[in-house]
């Protein structure tokens, strides 16, 4: 078999950079190591930055988003029992985000896919990738008993954090760059009406609580919890007791309560892997950084690597230039460490951190308080919300 981009992974980057790739006129074929039941499954982000929605327009994906998702102007901060409103649109001249879940914007690529009958290969196993150091770059893959190879002249590594391709790099090519935070977030999803037309981020003595949704009739809440925590032990009512304790009288008295649809309990890191490009294979998305939740900022992050990959590889076959394919790791980084500064700053500013002590909340309770009392701050916060421009 022989295609011109062999993607890895078949979330979010894959399947958007396959859809790009299309429109452009140039094949792609996407493996995938599950199934597209379980990848539709996994309920992860909610928060889409204008970038993002305009990169899905591009690739023709995005009328659904606009008639269901939820633009957002601004967000509440919870804290000293008190909320005070960040107003995003004001502060920024204009800028928005959407709510609309990963699952979604998953199902209307995986969509599009099947309609332009473009080829992927799910519960592809035991994927490897060979000799993107040459210009002729080789994947292998097992399905039904039997093992595949596919020629390529590049690779997409969209496979996550977990996945082959960075981890295929020799180790002195890459340097990695890590924190792991000493906490995780509990989700749970239910069909209730959120608490509030808008997010709630809470800072509370008992740890931080985030109140999102998906949609008018569908909420999405998390808790920090300690890394010992496991899902089983937390029964719904448990989270919900929680919940509200780290709540505001208002919002626990609006709180309308449910069955959970899903539980899940995420570990929260930053991480970023550099460079992004080894020869003729390139990482995009969670497979070269991850960014703990609290900014929103992975998928969107993903989306504007996505955007330059797709850029880099068009430029190749229609200009017959290198340039941007080598540029691309540079003008990513660039933009991902200014995601991982927020979102690591968010975090710290929003959690209880186990070892900072009394002195570590007063100090965050001083940084709040400036940042709702200082247009200077809130504007700082609200720029990077709805995403740095590219
Ligand atoms: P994904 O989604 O992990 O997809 C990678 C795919 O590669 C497959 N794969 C392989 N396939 C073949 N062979 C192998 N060897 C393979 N190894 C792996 C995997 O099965 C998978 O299907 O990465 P991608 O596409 O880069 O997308 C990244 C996003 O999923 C991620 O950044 C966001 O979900 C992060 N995130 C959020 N981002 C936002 O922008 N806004 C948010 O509000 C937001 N909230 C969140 C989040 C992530 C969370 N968790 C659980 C990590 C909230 C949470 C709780
Ligand atoms: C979500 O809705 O899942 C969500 C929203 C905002 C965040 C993180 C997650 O900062």
Same mark, same amino acid.
């Given at each position: 078999?022989?295609?011109?981009?062999?993607?890895?992974?078949?979330?979010?980057?894959?399947?958007?950079?396959?859809?790009? &790739?299309?429109?452009?006129?140039?094949?792609?074929?996407? &493996?995938?190591?599950?199934?597209?039941?379980?990848?539709?499954?996994?309920?992860?982000?909610?928060?889409?930055?204008?970038?993002?929605?305009?990169?899905?327009? %591009?690739?023709?994906?995005?009328?659904?988003?606009?008639?269901?998702?939820?633009?957002?102007?601004?967000?509440?901060?919870?804290?000293?029992?008190?909320?005070?409103?960040?107003?995003?649109?004001? *502060?920024?001249?204009?800028?928005?985000?959407?709510? #609309?879940?990963?699952?979604?914007?998953?199902?209307?690529?995986?969509?599009?896919?099947?309609?332009? =009958?473009?080829?992927?290969?799910?519960?592809?196993?035991?994927?490897?990738?060979?000799?993107?150091?040459?210009?002729?770059?080789?994947?292998?893959?097992?399905?039904?008993?039997?093992?595949?190879?596919?020629? @390529?002249?590049?690779?997409?590594?969209?496979?996550?954090?977990?996945?082959?391709?960075?981890?295929?790099?020799?180790?002195?090519?890459?340097?990695?760059?890590?924190?792991? #935070?000493?906490?995780?977030? *509990?989700? *749970?999803?239910?069909?209730?009406?959120?608490?509030?037309?808008?997010?709630?981020?809470?800072?509370?003595?008992?740890?931080?609580?985030?109140?999102?949704?998906?949609?008018?009739?569908?909420?999405?809440?998390?808790?920090?919890?300690?890394?010992?925590?496991?899902?089983?032990?937390?029964?719904?009512?448990?989270?919900?007791?929680?919940?509200?304790?780290?709540?505001?009288?208002?919002?626990?008295?609006?709180?309308?309560?449910?069955?959970?649809? %899903?539980?899940?309990?995420?570990?929260?890191?930053?991480?970023?892997?550099?460079?992004?490009?080894?020869?003729?294979?390139?990482?995009?998305?969670?497979?070269?950084?991850?960014?703990?939740?609290?900014?929103?900022?992975?998928?969107?992050?993903?989306?504007?690597?996505?955007?330059?990959? @797709?850029?880099?590889?068009?430029?190749? #076959?229609?200009?017959?230039?290198?340039?941007?394919? =080598?540029?691309?790791?540079?003008? @990513?980084?660039?933009?991902?460490?200014?995601?991982?500064?927020?979102?690591?700053?968010?975090?710290?500013?929003?959690?209880?951190?186990? =070892?900072?002590?009394?002195?570590?909340?007063?100090?965050?309770?001083?940084?709040?308080?400036?940042?709702?009392?200082?247009?200077?701050?809130?504007?700082?916060?609200?720029?990077?919300?709805?995403?740095?421009?590219?």
């Amino acid at each position: 078999m022989r295609t011109q981009v062999a993607i890895i992974g078949a979330g979010p980057s894959g399947l958007l950079l396959g859809q790009l &790739l299309h429109k452009a006129g140039i094949d792609a074929i996407i &493996l995938e190591r599950q199934t597209g039941e379980y990848v539709l499954g996994r309920i992860r982000a909610g928060i889409l930055e204008q970038v993002t929605i305009d990169l899905l327009d %591009e690739a023709g994906v995005g009328t659904r988003m606009h008639k269901e998702g939820i633009p957002h102007h601004g967000f509440d901060m919870l804290f000293g029992g008190e909320r005070h409103r960040i107003d995003m649109t004001g *502060l920024t001249g204009g800028k928005q985000v959407m709510v #609309y879940g990963q699952t979604e914007l998953t199902r209307d690529l995986m969509d599009a896919r099947k309609t332009a =009958n473009l080829p992927t290969v799910y519960e592809a196993g035991n994927v490897t990738v060979h000799d993107f150091d040459t210009l002729k770059p080789r994947v292998r893959y097992e399905k039904d008993g039997k093992t595949h190879e596919i020629e @390529c002249d590049f690779i997409a590594g969209c496979d996550g954090f977990h996945g082959v391709c960075r981890a295929s790099v020799p180790r002195g090519a890459v340097t990695e760059y890590e924190k792991v #935070y000493p906490f995780g977030w *509990l989700g *749970l999803l239910s069909d209730t009406p959120p608490v509030h037309e808008e997010l709630i981020y809470a800072n509370s003595t008992r740890g931080f609580s985030l109140c999102s949704m998906r949609s008018q009739t569908r909420s999405r809440y998390y808790l920090q919890v300690p890394l010992s925590d496991r899902v089983e032990d937390w029964s719904d009512e448990a989270f919900w007791q929680e919940l509200r304790l780290r709540l505001d009288p208002p919002a626990r008295e609006k709180l309308v309560t449910g069955p959970s649809l %899903e539980k899940s309990i995420a570990p929260l890191r930053s991480f970023v892997a550099e460079p992004m490009r080894f020869g003729r294979m390139f990482l995009a998305g969670d497979a070269a950084h991850i960014v703990p939740p609290t900014g929103a900022k992975g998928l969107n992050l993903a989306a504007s690597d996505v955007k330059y990959l @797709c850029g880099s590889i068009i430029e190749f #076959y229609k200009e017959r230039s290198e340039a941007g394919i =080598n540029h691309y790791s540079d003008r @990513c980084l660039r933009r991902i460490w200014k995601g991982e500064r927020f979102s690591w700053w968010f975090t710290n500013l929003m959690h209880r951190f186990p =070892n900072d002590g009394a002195i570590g909340q007063k100090l965050q309770e001083a940084e709040l308080e400036y940042l709702i009392g200082s247009k200077a701050a809130s504007t700082v916060m609200a720029e990077n919300y709805v995403g740095l421009p590219l």
